[in-house]
C-alpha cells in the first residue's frame, strides 16, 4: 500500500518536535542484535534481539534479507500504534514485541527454508519531513539458518551380501553453507569409516550435505549402539 517502505507515515509527523533532540547520529548512541547466527530445524520458533538506545520515539523497523536478495520490510513498531505489517508477513508468523522504548524482539514460530535470512533492525534517526534510508541505522543482523537432517539405516541387502552397515546422515535445505557433520557412536568420536561430502551441494537457494558412516554388519546387529550425526558441533541429530 501507500505505507510500503521506511517512510514515516504522515500521521506520525505530528509527533516530531518531541523527538528532535535525538537528530543525527548521536555520539555513544548504539543498536545491536543478537545472537549473530541461529540454526534451527524446520518447525522450530526463534527469537530474535534488537535493542537500541538512540531513542525511545522512532519507529523500529525488522527488515528480512532472504540469500541473494534485496532487503525486504516485515513489519515496522512503535510504542504508541499497533504493529504494520507489509505484505506478505503476517503477525501469526513473525510475532514482534517492544518490551520497552530500546528492547525489541521478533518471534519467528514454525520456521521453514523459506525463512532462512538474514534479520536485520533498523532504526530512523532524523525525524525530517522527507526521509530516505540513509537516514536509518541497521543492526548486525541475525543470520538464520534452517534445515532439515535425517538419518537414514543401512539396507539389509547391504548387510547380507557385504557384511557391511552404512548410516547414511542428510542435512538440508540450510544456508550458508558452512554446516560440517560429525558422527558419534555411544557417545564417542567416531571417524573410523566416515566419508563426508568435501563440499555441500547447491539446489536452488539452498545446500545439502551428506555424511555416511560405515560399520561391520556385526557392530549394526549386535550392539545396539546410539548413533548421532552433528552438526557443527552444536546440533544433534540422534538416531
Ligand atoms: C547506549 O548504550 C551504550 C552501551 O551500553 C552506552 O555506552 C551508551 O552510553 C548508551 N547511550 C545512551 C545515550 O544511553
Ligand atoms: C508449519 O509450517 C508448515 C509449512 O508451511 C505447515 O505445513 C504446518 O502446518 C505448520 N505448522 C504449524 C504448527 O503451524
Ligand atoms: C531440491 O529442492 C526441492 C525443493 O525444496 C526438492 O523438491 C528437491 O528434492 C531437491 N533436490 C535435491 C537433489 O535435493
Request: glycine share 6%; net charge positive; hydrophobic share 35%.
Amino acid at each position: 500500500g501507500i505505507c510500503k517502505g521506511p517512510f514515516w507515515p504522515s500521521s506520525v509527523l505530528l509527533l516530531l518536535p518531541f523527538s528532535f533532540t535525538h537528530a543525527g547520529a548521536g555520539v555513544g548512541h548504539l543498536i545491536t542484535q543478537w545472537p549473530a547466527e541461529t540454526l534451527k530445524r524446520a518447525g522450530e520458533t526463534v527469537d530474535l534481539s534488537c535493542y537500541q538506545n538512540y531513542t525511545t520515539l522512532a519507529f523500529i523497523f525488522w527488515y528480512q534479507q532472504p540469500p541473494r536478495n534485496g532487503l525486504k520490510l516485515v513489519a515496522s513498531i512503535s510504542t504508541w500504534m499497533k504493529n504494520s505489517y507489509e505484505e506478505g508477513y503476517s503477525e501469526a508468523k513473525f510475532e514482534i514485541s517492544r518490551d520497552n522504548n530500546d528492547h525489541s524482539v521478533m518471534t519467528i514460530k514454525n520456521v521453514t527454508s523459506k525463512d532462512a535470512a538474514t534479520y536485520f533492525c533498523a532504526l530512523m534517526i532524523q525525524h525530517f519531513v522527507t526521509v530516505t534510508t540513509n537516514n536509518m541505522v541497521f543492526g548486525d543482523g541475525t543470520k538464520l539458518t534452517v534445515m532439515a537432517v535425517a538419518i537414514f539405516s543401512p539396507s539389509k541387502q547391504e548387510i547380507q551380501q557385504k557384511s557391511k552397515a552404512t548410516l547414511v546422515c542428510l542435512a538440508s535445505g540450510f544456508y550458508p553453507d558452512y554446516l560440517k557433520l560429525f558422527w558419534k557412536v555411544n557417545g564417542a568420536k567416531r571417524t573410523d569409516g566416515v566419508g563426508t561430502d568435501e563440499f555441500s551441494t547447491q539446489n536452488g537457494s539452498t545446500y545439502s550435505l551428506t555424511s555416511r558412516l560405515r560399520i561391520s554388519a556385526q557392530e549394526w546387529l549386535c550392539t545396539h549402539g546410539r548413533y548421532e550425526c552433528l552438526l557443527t558441533d552444536k546440533y544433534l541429530y540422534v538416531f
